[in-house]
């Protein structure tokens, strides 16, 4: 028997196979489970080409979590699609330019709240859809990059933004826990996927992960292992873990410079 049989899970944040949430999405139907992705706005075509790569292509349904239409239309198609789901991965983040690249104090706060809404509050959005269809042990996953005890350098408001997603992600275990429900992130360590190339300086991350990291860290290879662990806690192999953030970072977040 797989980790995920018979489940139905939603998997947003696929846009190219190096995606965190694509090899997310092709862990769960090798574990079998069903899939269906969200892609929303100029990314929509890529996420529905990127679909027809999974073991078993996937539907694709437009999701952009600013606009409530969508979000509705979403919450009815996954109830008469499925009925049911039993898990949902959120991997939206996105911040307008002024919000990166060392210019914290300049970013306006127009662009600032398109970077907290799309990366942190979307979590409790993505909520809205799945929770009316989601039984007790349905699993909310998040991925994180864990930002809150940090600056770290060009990561400027996307970090604010993150900090603001675990802070969700806790709000959101008090409020499903008593219905069942798990809400848990996974902070991965540096991936080299399309986004990570929208960060100016994100080659100061790689270069100092994998020399401080006791396992080691491969910007490349190690999407895999993040994979793997967000498998398991979309699984019912961690009923009782809530309001959690599990690293995958090669242990980075535990050894002091």
Known sequence: M???DGK?????GVLTDASLAFGVARHAQE???EIILTGAGRGLSLTRRTAR???HPAEVLELD???SAQVAVVRDALGERWGRVDGALHAIGFAPPSCLGGGFTEAPWEDVSVALQISAYSLKTLAEVVVPHMPPGGSILG???DNSRQAWPAYDWMGVAKAALESTSRYLARDLGPQGIRVNLVAAGPIKTLAAKSIPGFSRFEDVWDERSPLGWDVKAD????ARSCVALLSDWFPKTTGEIIHVDGGFHAVAT
């Open 53 to 55: 790569k999974l073991p």
């Open 223 to 226: 999407a895999d292992a993040v």
């Open 31 to 33: 574990q079998g489970a």
């Open 65 to 67: 979590v600013t606009d």
């Open 8 to 12: 139905r899970i939603l998997v947003t």
């Open 143 to 145: 991925l994180d990059f």
């Open 2 to 4: 797989s980790l995920l």
